[in-house]
């Protein structure tokens, strides 16, 4: 199975320290560091999802601490849509997550990953993968 | 005269988007749904063209985007941004920036000099080969035909012994023959980089792309994989100590070979000259502590090529490490113009050769070729990520890249290097190559020209004391 974190540079400085905390050799874990949390658009979580991923997680800041004021509040209501998008087409909404967090708070890490793997642990692998075009769309460069 | 070397590039488009320096973010939900978007107005369409990368799960926008601020600066309500992406200062290490990085993807994409744009923010001066600058004193006007159109300027170098002179007989012919020697059309020989996903295919690209420059790939002979006939002749097989057996078939298919330095080298090469007189030996020295003197001494016994091979990140090696590769081969040139044997002996010099500018630079320096390695594997979009050396999988599929379209890429890097050689060598007025080995006299030390320029200005002056006298 594959997980994807997109996460904030303000909330994650460090995306090793991220990746050290998991520890599910079977699961692969990919983090890419963005600028902020609202750098991740709806279609790139869709997108994300009808590939080989399993679960799409998106890391930012608390509202407050935004550094683009703006930002998380805006990756919430993506997040949002993409729920309802994902309900609408008859997909597990419960595919994709985001969390909140104060930067620099390694407790706070720690209870996303826990979090992370508890939803994968629920979810299994996604249904997308047994799909029949599934093996062609992976293999789309 | 004979034909100008021109190495032929043509546009080989990655297959994953490159990692981008900045990122647009676009905050689309408060779009006020202008009559005219500035999206539509973007002058290399990216808005349009931008698409999703599969296996790196990235928008292709910021690969399309070149930083001109239009959308930024346009939209009324201030939803687009710009900002340094992050994952861009992930990518390499401290010495391989990823600045490098991505003038060699840039390089080895289009086979064209990487042209920064307006004004230079970088710094002016660093350590290593950034502490001295070339002497460009020649450049009097733009050059209107550029550099195919000046008068020829020659890249070649001669691999091999050199005679310090000729002795004749009474008919006037020659009393002994010469020792071998191998021109090669550019001061760049290729060799196998110690990373990489699947080295057998690294190795078969790596031969194609000697074979279309005119130079040699240094391969190690103990993993050789089988290459096409017609390009064997390129292989220059490295030996370790122990390895070399004289009955190896590929001796009589190479013009050159290496072996790793040990203490029976001398006798090993004597007995490999006795078989093969016309096979070119490089021995291979690690810069350590005594490369100086084993330098000199490899010489003083004979040596045709003596390779000096540094750390990855140009450092010596050993006792050494602290010791930059440029003053190593400084020391070792300076040695051997002392012992008057340096036009005897062909130097190569291997290890953090990362930029166009560090050939000219290491040739400077005193050395008459310089080897390449890891930017070869960055020319494939390799992103120094290090996981193949823990058998990890390679992000971007090295391993499944045909021979063609890698060689293609490295024949690109290797082309946008040589014309920055040629540029250097016009702007300091130079015709040929081998006249720039150990031309300091062409460069500008900053340690030097700190003195030079400050000593003057804070030196104590004769006879005056260094505290006023009370009155």
């Given at each position: 199975?594959?997980?994807?974190?997109?996460?904030?540079?303000?909330?994650?400085?460090?995306?090793?320290?991220?990746?050290?905390?998991?520890?599910?050799?079977?699961?692969?874990?990919?983090?890419?560091?963005?600028?902020?949390?609202?750098?991740?658009?709806?279609?790139?979580?869709?997108?994300?999802?009808?590939?080989?991923?399993?679960?799409?997680?998106?890391?930012?800041?608390?509202?407050?601490?935004?550094?683009?004021?703006?930002?998380s509040h805006r990756a919430g209501g993506r997040m949002a849509y993409t729920k309802r998008y994902l309900q609408e087409i008859g997909l597990e909404p419960a595919r994709v997550g985001r969390s909140v967090l104060t930067p620099g708070d390694q407790a706070a890490l720690a209870a996303i990953v826990a979090e992370i793997d508890k939803r994968l642990q629920s979810?299994?692998?996604?249904?997308?993968?047994?799909?029949?075009?599934?093996?062609?769309?992976?293999?789309?460069? | 005269?004979?034909?100008?070397?021109?190495?032929?590039?043509?546009?080989?488009?990655?297959?994953?988007?490159?990692?981008?320096?900045?990122?647009?973010?676009?905050?689309?939900?408060?779009?006020?749904?202008?009559?005219?978007?500035?999206?539509?107005?973007?002058?290399?369409?990216?808005?349009?063209?931008?698409?999703?990368?599969?296996?790196?799960?990235?928008?292709?926008?910021?690969?399309?985007?070149?930083?001109?601020?239009?959308?930024?600066?346009?939209?009324?309500?201030?939803?687009?941004?710009?900002?340094?992406?992050?994952?861009?200062?992930?990518?390499?290490?401290?010495?391989?920036?990823?600045?490098?990085?991505?003038?060699?993807?840039?390089?080895?994409?289009?086979?064209?000099?990487?042209?920064?744009?307006?004004?230079?923010?970088?710094?002016?001066?660093?350590?290593?080969?950034?502490?001295?600058?070339?002497?460009?004193?020649?450049?009097?006007?733009?050059?209107?035909?550029?550099?195919?159109?000046?008068?020829?300027?020659?890249?070649?170098?001669?691999?091999?012994?050199?005679?310090?002179?000729?002795?004749?007989?009474?008919?006037?012919?020659?009393?002994?023959t010469p020792p071998p020697l191998l021109e090669l059309p550019l001061p760049i020989l290729l060799a196998q980089p110690s990373l990489g996903a699947n080295p057998g295919r690294m190795q078969e690209i790596i031969v194609q792309a000697a074979h279309s420059l005119g130079t040699l790939a240094i391969l190690a002979r103990d993993r050789l994989v089988p290459v096409?006939?017609?390009?064997?002749?390129?292989?220059?097989?490295?030996?370790?100590?122990?390895?070399?057996?004289?009955?190896?078939?590929?001796?009589?298919?190479?013009?050159?070979?290496?072996?790793?330095?040990?203490?029976?080298?001398?006798?090993?090469?004597?007995?490999?000259?006795?078989?093969?007189?016309?096979?070119?030996?490089?021995?291979?020295?690690?810069?350590?502590?005594?490369?100086?003197?084993?330098?000199?001494?490899?010489?003083?016994?004979?040596?045709?090529?003596?390779?000096?091979?540094?750390?990855?990140?140009?450092?010596?090696?050993?006792?050494?490490?602290?010791?930059?590769?440029?003053?190593?081969?400084?020391?070792?040139?300076?040695?051997?113009?002392?012992?008057?044997?340096?036009?005897?002996?062909?130097?190569?010099?291997?290890?953090?050769?990362?930029?166009?500018?560090?050939?000219?630079?290491?040739?400077?320096?005193?050395?008459?070729?310089?080897?390449?390695?890891?930017?070869?594997?960055?020319?494939?979009?390799?992103?120094?990520?290090?996981?193949?050396?823990?058998?990890?999988?390679?992000?971007?599929?090295?391993?499944?890249?045909?021979?063609?379209?890698?060689?293609?890429?490295?024949?690109?890097?290797?082309?946008?290097?040589?014309?920055?050689?040629?540029?250097?060598?016009?702007?300091?007025?130079?015709?040929?190559?081998?006249?720039?080995?150990?031309?300091?006299?062409?460069?500008?030390?900053?340690?030097?020209?700190?003195?030079?320029?400050?000593?003057?200005?804070?030196?104590?002056?004769?006879?005056?004391?260094?505290?006023?006298?009370?009155?």
């Open positions: 199975m594959e997980v994807v974190i997109f996460a904030c540079q303000q909330a994650v400085p460090e995306p090793e320290a991220l990746r050290n905390l998991w520890d599910r050799g079977e699961v692969r874990l990919r983090v890419l560091a963005e600028p902020c949390s609202s750098k991740v658009e709806a279609f790139q979580l869709l997108r994300t999802l009808a590939t080989s991923v399993d679960l799409v997680w998106v890391i930012g800041c608390e509202e407050r601490l935004c550094r683009y004021d703006e930002g979810l299994g692998p996604s249904p997308l993968r047994q799909a029949p075009n599934a093996a062609a769309r992976r293999s789309v460069p | 005269m004979p034909a100008k070397y021109h190495i032929h590039v043509r546009r080989v488009p990655p297959r994953f988007s490159p990692v981008a320096k900045s990122t647009i973010i676009d905050w689309g939900e408060g779009c006020l749904r202008c009559t005219r978007c500035v999206k539509e107005q973007c002058p290399v369409d990216a808005y349009r063209k931008r698409g999703f990368d599969r296996s790196q799960f990235v928008d292709t926008i910021d690969e399309i985007c070149r930083d001109c601020y239009r959308c930024v600066q346009g939209c009324p309500r201030e939803l687009i941004f710009k900002a340094a992406n992050p994952q861009f200062g992930q990518v390499g290490d401290e010495y391989w920036t990823p600045e490098i990085l991505a003038a060699t993807w840039y390089q080895a994409e289009t086979g064209k000099i990487p042209v920064s744009g307006a004004g230079y923010g970088g710094p002016f001066a660093g350590p290593g080969f950034d502490s001295f600058w070339t002497d460009m004193s020649e450049i009097v006007r733009p050059t209107r035909d550029g550099i195919h159109g000046r008068e020829y300027i020659s890249t070649s170098i001669d691999l091999g012994r050199k005679p310090m002179f000729l002795t004749f007989d009474d008919q006037g012919e020659l009393e002994w096409p006939a017609e390009t064997t002749g390129r292989i220059m097989p490295s030996y370790t100590a122990g390895s070399l057996n004289l009955d190896d078939p590929l001796l009589s298919q190479v013009r050159a070979l290496e072996i790793l330095d040990h203490p029976q080298v001398l006798e090993q090469v004597e007995a490999l000259k006795k078989r093969y007189p016309e096979l070119i030996v490089s021995i291979k020295v690690p810069a350590d502590g005594q490369v100086v003197c084993r330098v000199a001494e490899l010489t003083a016994a004979g040596a045709e090529i003596i390779h000096i091979y540094a750390s990855e990140q140009a450092r010596g090696l050993g006792d050494c490490q602290d010791q930059h590769l440029k003053d190593l081969i400084r020391r070792c040139h300076l040695r051997l113009v002392e012992d008057q044997l340096r036009d005897t002996v062909t130097l190569l010099v291997s290890g953090g050769i990362a930029l166009a500018e560090h050939v000219a630079k290491a040739i400077i320096c005193g050395a008459d070729a310089i080897i390449v390695d890891l930017p070869l594997l960055l020319a494939l979009e390799c992103r120094l990520c290090r996981q193949c050396a823990q058998n990890g999988p390679c992000p971007v599929e090295i391993d499944k890249l045909t021979v063609k379209r890698g060689a293609q890429r490295q024949i690109n890097l290797m082309g946008a290097w040589n014309n920055q050689l040629l540029e250097i060598l016009g702007a300091m007025g130079m015709r040929e190559v081998r006249r720039l080995r150990g031309e300091v006299g062409r460069a500008m030390f900053i340690e030097d020209l700190e003195k030079e320029i400050f000593a003057p200005l804070f030196a104590q002056r004769e006879g005056e004391a260094l505290k006023r006298e009370p009155t």
